[in-house]
C-alpha cells in the first residue's frame, strides 16, 4: 500500500493541526496504522497507533491527552488530530502501517513536517 501524509506546517504553540494519511492501491482496513516523528537531531520515535478496526489505541506519553488518531473508513485515511502543539512536537510526521500480525511496522509513507513556534 502507498501512504501520504498531508497537512503539515507552521503553527503557533497552542494551537492546532490534523495530519491525514491517504492510501492508494489499497484500503487501509487490514493495516494496524501509526504515526511516527522524527525531531530534528533526535531519532524517529512512534507516538500513536490504532488497530485494524480502531478499537485499539496507543499514544506515547509526551503526546497523551493532546493528540488523537482515528480511521475514517469512508474516505481510507488515518488522521492525527493535534492540539496544545508545543515546539517539541516539531518534526517530520511519519504515516506507517503493517499488515495485521506482522512483526513490524513496513509501510512508509513520505514524511509531512510540522514547525511549532513558540
Known amino acids: 500500500v502507498q501512504l501520504q501524509a498531508s497537512g503539515g506546517g507552521l503553527v503557533q504553540a497552542g494551537g492546532s493541526l490534523r495530519l491525514s494519511c491517504a492510501a492508494s492501491?489499497?484500503?487501509?482496513?487490514?493495516?494496524?496504522m501509526a504515526w511516527f516523528r522524527q525531531p530534528p537531531g533526535k531519532e524517529r520515535e512512534r507516538i500513536a497507533a490504532?488497530?485494524?478496526?480502531?478499537?485499539?489505541?496507543y499514544y506515547a506519553d509526551s503526546v497523551k491527552g493532546r493528540f488523537t488518531i482515528s480511521r475514517d473508513k469512508a474516505k481510507n485515511t488515518v488522521d492525527l488530530q493535534m492540539n496544545s502543539l508545543k515546539s517539541e512536537d516539531t518534526a517530520v510526521y511519519f504515516c506507517?502501517?503493517?499488515?495485521?500480525?506482522?512483526?513490524?511496522?513496513?509501510?512508509w509513507g513520505q514524511g509531512t513536517e510540522v514547525t511549532v513556534s513558540s
Open positions: 506507517v502501517g503493517k499488515r495485521n500480525g506482522a512483526p513490524r511496522y513496513d509501510q
Open positions: 492501491g489499497r484500503t487501509l482496513s487490514g493495516y494496524d
Open positions: 490504532i488497530s485494524t478496526r480502531g478499537y485499539v489505541t
